[in-house]
């Protein structure tokens, strides 16, 4: 399926739906007040939303339910892949540290990725909050979501869990590293 094709055909939700109900059922832990019939709902009302979790999906992030917008009723789903998704891996932070390359340049960027799959990456206080659902990057590291204040200065920031702790760094926005990728949500 092309990128530019933001609609699933009814096999290929199907398909997803069966995934997701499959990593739901399995992970009771991460969602333990939110029923299935609801988030199907949610789903079936929200069609467009499907492309983006088969994004997900497609690039190694298994996404899955980790709570509900107790303001908008709205399901959010994270990237719960155990290791940063693999189809997402070996890019720098966003389009500015892209184009600042002038050479052995990534093959693009996450924040641009994410706005592609209709996502956002986690913040900090996100990605904490999906490591207190289990244990998330003990290999690898994920890009989140930088304040502006650190951008502005050319730094950007990312997690990982190491010796039962997560763990925040910085780094050069345009540095990418083939162990680095992003972790995103989409609220549905």
Known sequence: MSSKQKALTS??????????????????????????KHVEARLSANPEKL?????????????????????????????????????????????????????HKPEGSAVET???????????????????????????????KTPADIRKLGGALFCDYRYGKVFVYHNGAQSYYAVRGFRGRVKV
Not at 74 to 101: H, N, T, W
Not at 114 to 138: H, P
Request: hydrophobic residues 30%; aromatic residues 8%; negative net charge.
């Open 11 to 36: 096999k290929q939700q199907e398909e997803l739906l069966e995934i997701l109900k499959a990593r739901f059922e399995k992970n009771q832990k991460r969602h333990k007040e939110v029923e299935w």
């Open 114 to 144: 994410a706005v592609s799959m209709g996502i956002e990456l986690l913040t900090e206080d996100e990605y904490r909050d999906l490591q207190s659902l289990g244990e998330f990057d003990k290999k690898t590291s994920s890009w989140v």
């Open 51 to 103: 492309w983006s979790l088969n994004q997900m999906q497609e690039t190694g992030g298994e996404p899955d339910v980790v709570g509900e917008d107790k303001d908008s009723g709205e399901i959010i789903f994270v990237d719960c892949s155990p290791e940063s998704p693999i189809g997402r891996r070996g890019l720098c932070y966003d389009k500015q540290a892209l184009d600042s390359r002038k050479e």
